[in-house]
């Protein structure tokens, strides 16, 4: 047990499990007694290479993913994303978009530099309150791109939308492995490890192999998605320490029980405050019910004074973080894969008592 | 002091100094009694803005940057630099480049893709065992790009290359900090951190503000320098323990003494070596004398087969890292800031007791 560990709320960089920390922390001076540091290896030496290997199997394993897939790690977070996957897959066709907030917007903009976009499907007329349901796709679909979990409106897809024939590409930042997955039926999913995964400065990328084909010529090498795929994420030096967190961060999922459990502890977590917000008016979810997301749980009270109120006492009473991303204001809780079901019954204790007291 | 340590000479990642390491490891469960740990903040919430905030001023403080200078932090390497410098400077304008070597090349790749490049010198006559001094600027010239250091063959600028009005950019990843520089002789200089200022997975770029009027529009997003200027690094989640750790070596290089320090030590180191292998004929340094590397030391034994004998009992007496890079072999020395004095001399004094029993 770490001492002194408040509850982290924040929506990213996140909390991270405690036994990662440990063993993060054990092996920052001398690696697995090597008689170096995590972070001062060589990143074409043994260890690394080791490091590496082992945490894209254990990725394969907690997915089932098929050798039809590639997986690579990244840099830039999910915005550098935002324009790879328009200058590799557009290939002279459009760009299908569903427009459910903030990031899906800027994923929008950036494809709109590359070539063609068509907003498949959006939420924007209801406030991004929800997941919108019908899907219009353009003729010359080059893929159909979602976010699955939506920070800042609290909102997630509780399945994959249906993209027909036309692969489906998934920024799943936000929500990646927090439950089981069906790799196959997506064309490409990315995700910036700094909320499930680990801590920030690498984003992985599973992409179906046949998709490398669509891949202009002249790219910026970095850029180019066969560059981490030929070179096995490592034409260049990657982000050692990230990856090798990601890779602890894995291997707990799995000596956890895997995406199964993960799926059970989140949305336990996630209907404890669901049901704590839904209890009277005191507290309002901004949310449409249907399109709740069990990673981020956003609320609001009668007034921004009375926000600013929690968001103090909550502070002072040792919960971190919940404070509503800027664009939006408000409440967030953020309870992704390593939080604790302890801080949730905490946070909802505390919030009967505010209400109590202010109600 | 860290138990069981072994000297470590590798190119990077590298050697950090040890009073980083504590500090780091002592923030990795709960930065500054704040409750999270240090890779679990928000990179918006007032500890990492004070981190990111303070990296900058130390650097600032180190190198005397003025304020017609913008510090940003990026990701990609020095790799993805190659292309950001191409895709934002050139300008419709001719790249001019210095050839020294497998990275210049690879800059000068990137370069193509994006507009017209002048080789203005090159070392590749002499299979780069040199530094060029005469350098042929081209007409219309947008900048001269040159590797201030070159990690696989040992060699090193003494002084920057004469660009006249043209601005200088230097791919500085492997020499940074490593003596004192008059910034303002540069338009841009970039270097991945792990070689002298931290851990992989962060890239430092000093920009004269200027030169962002150059940028074209529609850019990838993460490819403008803007994105990082105007955001102040923050438009989206950086990589926040690599920012971390390079403040903190940043400060551990101001508290020993500054550049002039460093300068001091790693001449000294530099100095030790070459003095062994210019000793007799049993080794041989590859640089030419006037163009060596006070970073890494490249040198030779009469067979492929000795050096596979030194790097094999060298292994076994504690020295780690020493392999030539993969693409010219040999043996290879890097000797950045972090690296202590003690590793040379008992270095050296493997090389006379390995002479003894093999020469």
């Known amino acids: 047990m770490i001492e002194n560990r408040i509850f982290n709320f924040s929506a990213g960089p996140a909390v991270l499990p405690e036994d990662v920390l440990l063993q993060v922390r ?5 690696y697995k007694n090597c008689g170096l540091g995590m972070m001062e290896m060589s990143h074409r030496g043994k260890e690394f290479t080791e490091i590496i290997q082992d ?37 002279g066709a459009t760009g299908n ?3 459910t907030g903030v990031w899906s917007k800027k994923a929008i903009a950036e494809a709109k530099k590359f070539g063609e976009v068509h907003v498949a499907a959006s939420s924007e007329g209801d406030s991004f309150s929800s997941i919108p349901t019908n899907i219009d796709l353009s003729n010359n679909a080059a893929y159909l791109h979602f976010t699955s979990n939506n920070t800042i409106f609290g909102t997630q897809f509780s399945a994959e939308p ?16 927090h439950k089981p997955l069906d790799v196959s039926k997506y064309g490409l999913i990315y995700a910036g490890a700094q909320k499930n995964l680990g801590p920030s400065g690498v984003t992985l990328v599973v ?29 260049n030096t990657p982000p050692t320490l990230p990856i090798y967190v990601v890779g602890e961060v894995l291997k707990w999922i799995d000596a956890q029980g895997g995406l199964v459990e993960m799926e059970k502890r989140n949305r336990n977590k996630a209907a404890v405050l669901y049901q704590a917000i839904d209890a009277g008016d005191f507290y309002r979810g901004t949310a449409q019910k249907g399109s709740r ?7 609001r009270l009668a007034s921004e ?25 408000g409440i967030r809780a953020s309870v992704y894969n390593a939080f604790p079901s302890q801080g949730v019954d905490a946070l909802v204790e505390f919030m009967k008592e505010f209400e109590s007291s202010n109600g």
């Open 26 to 30: 054990d092996n920052l001076l001398n």
């Open 55 to 91: 945490t894209e199997a254990t990725l394969r394993k907690l997915l089932s993913i098929s050798d039809d897939y590639a997986v690579i790690f990244t840099t830039g977070g999910a915005t550098n994303q935002f324009s790879m996957v328009a200058m590799n897959l557009l290939g």
């Open 97 to 99: 978009y569903i427009n």
């Open 162 to 177: 249906q993209a027909g024939s036309t692969p489906l590409i998934c920024d799943a930042s936000s929500d990646f492995l």
């Open 207 to 235: 992409i179906r192999k046949d998709l490398l084909e669509r891949i202009p010529e002249n790219l910026p090498i970095m850029m180019d998605y066969r560059t981490y795929v030929d070179g096995e994420s490592l034409y």
């Open 293 to 299: 997301s069990v990673m981020n749980v956003t609320f």
């Open 305 to 329: 004074n009375l926000e600013s109120l929690f968001l103090e006492k909550a502070k002072a009473a040792g919960f971190s973080g919940l404070k509503g991303h800027r664009s939006v204001g």
